[in-house]
């Protein structure tokens, strides 16, 4: 982030400093026309040194962020088709809560639901942790008031699943939160 | 891709001629000592100028590809994903098949099924297509004699389903073909 802002900083000098070159040639051709061909000749290829080592910067700067914005994608390039899957990770888990399922069918939907949590995790998803409450992985639903034996912030049950990819949350924990 | 190579046309050019510029700006300055100060200027400044006129293109070059490829990026980020989803669809599709499923658990590996490709179809994963064999998207794992009501090169059946992703084969479809 330090580097973009510098970098930033860098490219205003540069487009200021261009604007000052553009005026500069101009003055000196429209009104000191006493400077010598060669004072002219010398300008001119300074003035282009000057672009081209502007333009080879601006390159370089082009190519890092184009890199920067690759890898960002990579990561992050499973974000939207992991969310759209979660809702059936929950169906998922509500089919084998119901009572009286025959081994066949427990163990075929045991595979499906392995199978995706295995496929999104190779992707970097992951449930979020819900041992301590905390507001940037969960959202309390409801709360229970904290005693001794359950302080407050201690997460006393999970009504939905959170996921992270990565870092970044795909959607919180719900949770209740002793208060 | 004509334009791609293009571009790399003009790059190998733009080489060739950086080597040539050098060679003349070396030569200059060693063998003919005689040319003027005003001559030396010139050429510098019109080497600059084409240093940074070449820089400037390599640099639309540059974001053109960035632009490209973040495209690319974008289109197949759910490739590895979606690839490795499949194996779910299959086992939800052999639950569903096994015989005296309760209404309960029936219905509720459909809703996973239906989140499932919903959630592959915004991403842009359909399944393929068996009307007539092709081998581009179909593997023949069995043939079967063709007759009158069954010419060749027609899909008798399909043993596991294909995908692909926009116009990118995930997997084939296996299918038994009339030979």
Redesign the interface.
Known sequence: MAEDVKNEEVEKETEAADTVTDDSVQETAEETPEKS??QL??E??E???N??LR??A??QN??RR?NE??QN??RY??Q???K??L??LD??E??LA?E???D??KK??E??QE??L???K??GVEEVEVQQFDHNFHMAVQTLPADDEHPADTVAEVLQKGYKLHERLLRPAMVIVYN
């Open positions: 061909e060669l000749a010398n001119r290829a003035d282009f040194e672009k081209y333009a080879h601006e390159m082009v190519q184009a914005e690759r994608l990579q390039r499973s939207d088709l992991a759209a899957i809702p059936s169906n998922l509500r089919a119901v009286g399922l025959t066949d069918v075929g939907l595979m499906v199978s995706l295995q496929a999104l190779e992707e």
